[in-house]
């Protein structure tokens, strides 16, 4: 299995722009987190997914942020417009029920997005 | 929401030295705590986790303590090495949801 994937790894875009990052989780894992890691913050759950369902997006930071997920195997976050704020290292994770049901967390590699 | 709080921020030791990392959550009902190992670029991966019905867990040089009358939890690495210089994380999820709530984490550095 190639993990949890995410593209692009890097992002450099303008103020303004609309930046769409992806998400490709484990196959077979019903979760989906996305997070959003800064120095001042930290690592942050902005959204997260059941069998494709939102459950909690609670820590989605304004209405410029949104996520989809169409299918069990494709997830995207979109900002738009996006500000220099918004720059820092977005990570995808899935989850598929294991042992006694809490089930490990697996980190996609990231996307570092740096918004001019 | 959870609140979860890491001590220290930064630390320093030297090879074959002990390091403890602690944590604090303030939701009683959440019910499994994890570790995560970042090295500087990567992801964050998992390197231990507890339940909150087990009071201490072992895994080689890594161990995990849990008290959850105090609600806190610790990681504890002995015989340290230049490799387990990294960022650690600790994280509770709540007892009705899955989310993770991460501490702010903690600079290992150690040095040979």
């Known amino acids: 299995d190639a993990g949890v994937i995410q593209s692009p790894r890097h992002e450099v875009t303008e103020m303004g722009q609309e930046v769409t990052l992806r998400c490709k989780p484990i196959?077979?894992?019903?979760?989906l987190f996305w997070y959003r890691q800064t120095m001042m913050r930290g690592l942050e759950l902005l959204i997260y997914?059941?069998?494709?369902?939102?459950?909690?997006d609670s820590g989605m930071p304004e209405d410029r942020f949104s996520a989809k997920m169409p299918n069990a195997s494709f997830s995207t976050l979109k900002i738009q417009p996006s500000e220099p704020r918004d720059s820092a290292v977005y990570f995808c994770?899935?989850?598929?029920?294991?042992?006694?049901?809490?089930?490990?967390?697996?980190f996609g590699p990231g996307t570092r997005l740096t918004v001019l | 929401g959870e609140n979860v709080e890491q001590h220290p921020s930064t630390l320093s030791v030297q090879e074959g030295d002990s390091a403890v990392i602690k944590c604090t959550y303030s939701d009683s009902a959440s019910n499994y705590f994890p570790w995560y190992k970042q090295e500087l670029g990567k992801r964050p991966q998992l390197i231990i986790d507890i339940r909150s019905n087990v009071g201490e867990k072992k895994d080689q040089r890594i161990a995990v303590t849990l008290n959850k009358t105090a609600k806190h939890f610790s990681l504890h690495i002995t015989e340290t090495q230049p490799e387990d210089s990294a960022v650690y994380f600790c994280a509770a999820k709540g007892g009705s949801n899955y989310k993770l709530t991460f501490g702010k984490g903690t600079l290992l550095t150690v040095n040979p």
């Open positions: 196959s077979g894992h019903d979760y």
């Open positions: 997914f059941n069998n494709n369902v939102p459950i909690d």
């Open positions: 994770a899935s989850r598929g029920l294991a042992g006694l049901g809490f089930g490990e967390q697996f």
